[in-house]
């Protein structure tokens, strides 16, 4: 059988479209290991993430997504193809970007503000402007008067807060996040969700997500990019139109056509299984 073309889907209802591209990919593949020995990771993928847009990767287990990330970021070099970062080819990790993996990595002898500033000190920051913008952030957060408690003492949603703060207190134009909510529980998730989208929908920040959550790619995306089993291709790419406030994920979750994206895209993944 052969490989399914990539496909762009609106389940019928309606087609969100792109901003400006600030990130392109332009056939990249990856593979590991030397000449005949290379085994491959991804290929011949081609997208474009635009401004303020904020974008699902979903795939199998094991299908490159993580890997995928790590080559968008400049972490690790393509095999080939181009990544273009607002129509530059990247050259090692771009400026502006914020990476935020599953775990929190956050510092446990550092307070939770403490943790926030890292990055600004690190970039020479004035101290007093740093914990300014670090305050104002974690207020954003709903963690105001939790400044000066240490991780230990903050529950799994809260550690979360804190390390999405440290994420977004430096400004970055594009963030890239590996799964980062995968370990919290429903509600909290939604929470943190909903917080995570009206933070960059308001400051026209632009989110490339990898999950395997399809209700959480539907929820949150303007668009959801489906890869094949390894070595990854792009199956199929739904543009997502949701009625309501789409810093909402409960209203998201409830909005007519929702259940038909997450029903097509679920389908896809497993057509593709077998």
Same mark, same amino acid.
């Given at each position: ?43 011949? @993928?081609?997208? !474009? ?14 299908? +490159?997504? !993580? ?13 080939? +193809? !181009?990544?273009?970062?607002? +129509? ?32 600004? %000190? ?52 594009? @963030?890239?996040?590996? %799964? ?30 990898? !999950?395997?959550?399809? %209700? ?27 009625e309501g406030d789409r810093t909402d994920m409960m209203a998201a979750r409830d909005s007519p056509c929702f259940s038909d994206y997450v029903r097509n895209i679920w389908r896809d993944l497993e057509v593709h299984r077998h």
């Amino acid at each position: 059988m052969g490989r399914p073309m990539p496909g762009v889907h609106g389940a019928g209802c309606g087609v969100a479209g792109p901003g400006v591209p600030s990130l392109s990919a332009k056939g990249v593949s990856k593979a590991y290991g030397e000449a005949d020995e290379a085994v491959p990771v991804i290929t011949d @993928l081609s997208f !474009t993430l635009g401004q303020g847009e904020i974008v699902s990767v979903v795939g199998p287990s094991g299908c +490159g997504k !993580t890997t995928l990330l790590n080559v968008l970021s400049g972490l690790i070099p393509p095999s080939s +193809g !181009t990544i273009l970062w607002h +129509g530059r080819p990247i050259d090692g990790m771009p400026g502006h970007v914020g990476y935020m993996l599953q775990k929190d990595l956050l510092f446990p002898w550092r307070t939770a503000i403490a943790n926030v500033t890292i990055g600004l %000190e690190i970039k020479g920051l004035a101290r007093a402007e740093a914990r300014q913008r670090a305050h104002a952030m974690l207020a954003q957060l709903a963690l105001d008067g939790f400044e000066d408690h240490y991780p230990a003492t903050l529950s799994g949603g809260m550690r979360q807060r804190v390390a999405l703060a440290r994420t977004l207190v430096a400004e970055p134009e594009v @963030l890239l996040l590996d %799964e980062p909510f995968a370990a919290l529980d429903f509600q909290t998730k939604l929470v943190i969700e909903s917080d995570t989208a009206k933070l960059v929908r308001e400051q026209q920040r632009s989110v490339l997500l990898i !999950t395997h959550d399809i %209700e959480e790619a539907v929820s949150l995306s303007d668009r959801v990019i489906v890869l094949s089993h390894r070595p990854a291709h792009i199956r199929s790419v739904y543009d997502i139109a949701l009625e309501g406030d789409r810093t909402d994920m409960m209203a998201a979750r409830d909005s007519p056509c929702f259940s038909d994206y997450v029903r097509n895209i679920w389908r896809d993944l497993e057509v593709h299984r077998h």
